[in-house]
């Protein structure tokens, strides 16, 4: 069974910066995209980040409201997906859940979507 591990939350003040890490605990055979989600209390879960597989290291994309602030990264040798968060506002405070999109564990499997236990994020102004 495969399973997300997050670490790397917590609070912050204002302008200041965390990482968060994602890891896929057991190999696997392919994965669509891996990505990071976030629910602020009172909200829906919403896309902060992605990075889809493939060579050159894929490719990624990011919600509007954190371009230029956030870098996702990925490591296909150790199955991990990090986020860099910087000049982090209170607006960013909430839960941070890792997603893998279409992971298939084994070549003749169905793929299926995976969440990690989510990490919690708060920024204090």
């Known amino acids: 069974q495969v399973q997300l591990v997050e670490s790397g939350g917590g609070s912050v003040q204002a302008g200041g910066s965390l990482r968060l890490s994602c890891a896929v605990s057991?190999?696997?055979?392919?994965?669509?995209?891996m990505g990071w989600y976030r629910q602020a209390p009172g909200k829906q879960r919403e896309l902060v980040a992605q990075?889809?597989?493939?060579?050159?290291?894929?490719?990624?994309n990011y919600a509007d409201f954190v371009k230029g602030r956030f870098t996702i990264s990925r490591d296909d040798a150790k199955n991990t997906v990090d986020l860099q968060m910087n000049s982090l506002k209170p607006e960013d405070t909430g839960v941070y859940y890792c997603?893998?999109?279409?992971?298939?564990?084994?070549?003749?499997?169905?793929?299926?979507?995976?969440w990690g236990q989510g990490t919690q994020v708060t920024v204090s102004s």
């Open positions: 997603n893998a999109d279409q992971l298939r564990i084994l070549c003749w499997w169905a793929p299926k979507d995976y």
């Open positions: 057991a190999r696997f055979h392919s994965v669509n995209a």
């Open positions: 990075i889809t597989s493939g060579g050159s290291g894929g490719s990624s």
